[in-house]
């Protein structure tokens, strides 16, 4: 019996550096990742969006490196790369946003699924930038075929949305929709131009900015309702189809 508890004494110091250079350096590596993660988050808050990008890049290098990652650890390097595009947007780049932007949506449908609820917060982000594009072009009075672009784009991300998110978001996603096809007819209101400059967008839980003028569809008609996310037949006022970026994974 003796020597029995002897081997269990001598075998605890074993059993604690398995666990210290094992487990416990995954949990120090989160530990560390969290307490980074809440800087780069006080940052952004307080507008220091080019350190808060380098925090979060600290804070995606601090995780647990592994060749096999968990579900929640593939998700929360995704998160981070997310954090770190909206910085870059916050900044103004909007060309190096949506091209990340292309990049992670791919990565993400194909990690985690394309109806995640990871997938469904970059296309909404994603959405967004394009309609922030639109509307800077216009402001800087682009030729239609340029801005219609970015128009065309927003609208297939929220429809995408409309159509495939749940109760708990869909609400949203069909007034982002909505404001995205009335904002076609409408003219940029004056107001936009600070916006489009320092937006804030990025927000995942807020309405686009909605047209000042309530537009009219082609004929004078009332735009399509907010409720219908169905396609729809081209008219005279519409911009011709471009590819679908999202049938392309964006």
Known sequence: MKRWLV???????????????????????????????????????????????????????????????????SVARDQLRLAQIRGHFQLGRLAETIESLNVLVADVEREHGPHSRLAYDVRDFLGRVHFQAMVALRLESAEQDVWRRHWELSRQNFRYLAENTADDRNHLDRQN??????????????????????????????????????????????????????????????????????????
Do not use: C
Not at 50 to 63: M, P, S
Not at 206 to 227: N, R
């Open 7 to 73: 081997l269990a004494w001598l075998l605890i110091p074993v059993g604690l550096l398995s666990y210290h250079f094992g487990p416990g350096q995954d949990a120090l590596a989160f530990r560390q990742a969290q307490e980074r993660l809440a800087n780069a988050r006080q940052l952004e808050a307080a507008g220091h969006y080019k350190e808060a990008i380098e925090a979060y890049a600290e804070a995606l290098v601090t995780l647990p490196a592994t060749d096999e990652p968990s579900a929640d650890l």
């Open 177 to 250: 929709l909505e404001v995205v096809i009335k904002s076609f007819n409408s003219p940029v209101p004056p107001t936009a131009a600070s916006s489009a400059a320092s937006s804030t967008t990025a927000g995942l839980n807020t309405v686009l900015s909605p047209p000042t003028t309530p537009p009219t569809g082609a004929g004078g008609g009332p735009p399509p309702p907010a409720t219908d996310a169905r396609p729809r037949p081209p008219t005279p006022d519409m911009p011709d189809s471009v590819a679908n970026e999202l049938d392309l994974g964006s």
